[in-house]
C-alpha cells in the first residue's frame, strides 16, 4: 500500500536536528521515505546523526545568515532539490524576569526563534521552493498562546514566530504551506529542567497523563509536511496533552496549581 504522506525522495532540512524535536522530526521523515539536512551547533552531533540517518549535515549556529544559505546550497548540492524546512532550532534565553533581560541576549532569542526561521525559508525559497512549490513545518510552543513565569523572552519570540507563521502562509500560497506546530512539555534536553524530578505531579494534572515525547512532535510535523495535509497552511496544530482543556479535566480532584509553572518559578536552565 502507498504511503498517504507522499514523501518518497522528497528532501527535508531540518534545524536543530541532531537531537531532541529535531532528531525525533529527522528520523520521522527518514521512515516516511524523505531524506533529510541537518543542521546544529555541535559538529560531532551533526555528523553522527546524519551518518546514522543517510544525510547531510552542517554544523553552526542558524542565527548566522552565511550558515543557512550554506545549509541551503548543502542540500541542493547532495540531493538536489529542497521540499520540506522544519525550523526547529530554539534558545530559552534569556531566562528569568524581563525586567532583569540583557537586552543583547534578548535580540538573540529573537535571532534564533525568529530571524533565522524567515532567512532559512527565504534562502530555500529563492534556491527552490519559488519555483517548485513545498512546505514550511515552523515548532513554536504551547506557551506562546499564554504567559509564565521567567519564560518571557521565549515566549515573546515564538509567539512573534506564530505570526511570521501565518503571515508567510498568506505570502507564499499557493505553491508553499506554511504551517506550525505548538508543543506542550516534552521530554527533550533542552527543557528537562521542567520536567525531571517533577514528572508525575505534571502528568497527573493533564488528561492524557504523561508529558510530551519527541516522536509525538514528529509525527505531527510529518504530517503537516505531507500530501495528506495538502490543503492545510496557515495553521497551528497543538501537540500537548490537552494543556489548553485541563481546568476542565475531571480527575477527581481539583488540578489545582499549574505544575509547569511551579517548576518554572523554582528551577533553570542547567546552562546558564
Not at 40 to 60: I, K, Q, W
Request: glycine share 12%; with cysteine; proline share 5%.
Amino acid at each position: 500500500m502507498t504511503s498517504p504522506y507522499g514523501l518518497e525522495g522528497k528532501v527535508a532540512i531540518v534545524t536543530g536536528g541532531s537531537r531532541g524535536i529535531g532528531r525525533a522530526v529527522a528520523e520521522a521523515f527518514v521512515r516516511a521515505g524523505a531524506r533529510v539536512c541537518l543542521t546544529a551547533r555541535d559538529p560531532d552531533a551533526v555528523r553522527l546523526a546524519a551518518e546514522e540517518l543517510g544525510g547531510v549535515g552542517l554544523a553552526g549556529s542558524v542565527a548566522d545568515p552565511v550558515r543557512l544559505r550554506e545549509l541551503t546550497e548543502l542540500a541542493l548540492r547532495a540531493f538536489g532539490r529542497i521540499d520540506v524546512v522544519v525550523n526547529n532550532a530554539a534558545t530559552n534565553q534569556p531566562y528569568g524576569p524581563l525586567m532583569d533581560a540583557d537586552p543583547d541576549r534578548w535580540r538573540e532569542a529573537f535571532a534564533v526563534n525568529v530571524e533565522a526561521p524567515l532567512r532559512l525559508v527565504q534562502c530555500a525559497w529563492r534556491a527552490w521552493m519559488r519555483e517548485h512549490g513545498g512546505a514550511v513545518v515552523n515548532i513554536c510552543t504551547e506557551g506562546a498562546g499564554h504567559v509564565g513565569p521567567n519564560v518571557g523572552a521565549y515566549g515573546t519570540s515564538k509567539a512573534a514566530l506564530l505570526h511570521l507563521t501565518r503571515q508567510l502562509a498568506g505570502e507564499l500560497a499557493p505553491k508553499v504551506r506554511v504551517n506550525s506546530v505548538s508543543p506542550g512539555l516534552v521530554r527533550t534536553d533542552m527543557a528537562r529542567f521542567v520536567w525531571e524530578g517533577g514528572e508525575d505531579a505534571i502528568a497527573a494534572g493533564l488528561p492524557l497523563g504523561r508529558i510530551g515525547e519527541p516522536e509525538d512532535i514528529a509525527r505531527a510535523v510529518v504530517w503537516l509536511a505531507s500530501d495528506a495535509a495538502d490543503w492545510i497552511t496557515g495553521a497551528d496544530l497543538l501537540v500537548d496533552g490537552g494543556t489548553r482543556v485541563r481546568t476542565a479535566y475531571a480527575s477527581g480532584t481539583s488540578p489545582g496549581a499549574y505544575a509547569v509553572h511551579d517548576r518554572l518559578r523554582s528551577s533553570s536552565p542547567r546552562h546558564m
